[in-house]
């Protein structure tokens, strides 16, 4: 090896010269690649790095699968995201509620901590029962519907949220029981409205 060699500057670029037919087989990929796709790929792994930035993630489903999971699928995130809801609600609420009672009370210290302790851990729990058993209900509802239809679409929410309304207040009158059952299908009926307008919305590229 030359002086004249060690005293070149180091470089990836591919050599001229003497070295030109040595290495132009290693580089011909390189140049092909390059040239087809307009920009320069890596010398050392011969890929254009942009085939790694995909607009969305693929996944693999069986053949005859739904691209989206199903009720009962659902199910577990719904009811478990309801309960933590329901607690994060009624443990607000239970908040100003202590400080209100204690408050007008006059209390302070260890009996202000305890009151308040009381108040958010109960009013919390309590709400936290009643979205959780709500999700519950809706959920077996769904899951009941797609079995039965043999589908998943807006009359198995709009169904499951009605009749969600109607088992919860069942046992308070047949006046409540109908307010519950305006009350599920009002909900579940927005909340169908929204989905429709948000895949209209997307479909035109909004």
């Given at each position: ?25 290693r ?16 010398p ?15 996944f ?11 009720r009962f699928?659902?199910a577990?995130s719904q ?14 609420a239970?908040?100003?509620?202590g400080?209100r009672?204690?408050?007008a009370?006059?209390?302070?210290g260890?009996l202000w ?12 729990s309590?709400?936290a ?8 209900m ?8 797609q ?6 679409d ?11 309304g109607?088992?919860?207040?069942s046992?308070?009158?047949l006046?409540?029981?109908?307010i519950?059952?305006?009350v ?10 929204a989905?429709?307008?948000?895949a ?7």
């Open positions: 090896m030359s002086d004249d060699y060690l005293s070149k500057p180091l470089s990836l670029a591919p050599s001229t010269g003497s070295d030109e037919p040595r290495n132009s087989s580089f011909s990929n390189v140049t092909s690649a390059s040239t087809t796709f307009g920009a320069p790929i890596s050392y792994l011969n890929y254009d790095p942009r085939f790694l930035q995909q607009a969305q993630p693929e693999i489903f069986p053949e005859g699968a739904t691209k989206q999971r199903g699928e659902l577990f009811i478990g995201s309801s309960v933590m809801v329901g607690a994060g609600i009624g443990g607000l239970g908040f100003y509620n400080l009672t204690t408050k009370l006059q209390q302070t260890k901590r305890t009151q308040m302790l009381n108040h958010v851990m109960k009013q919390g309590g709400t029962n009643t979205l959780g058993t709500l999700a519950v809706y959920s077996g509802f769904g899951v009941l519907l079995a039965v239809r043999g589908e998943d807006d009359i198995n929410t709009v169904v499951a949220g009605t009749a969600t109607l088992l919860y207040k046992t308070a009158g006046r409540k029981c109908a519950g059952g305006a599920g299908l009002g909900i579940s009926g927005l909340y169908c409205l989905q429709l307008a948000r209209n919305a997307a479909s035109n590229g909004l």
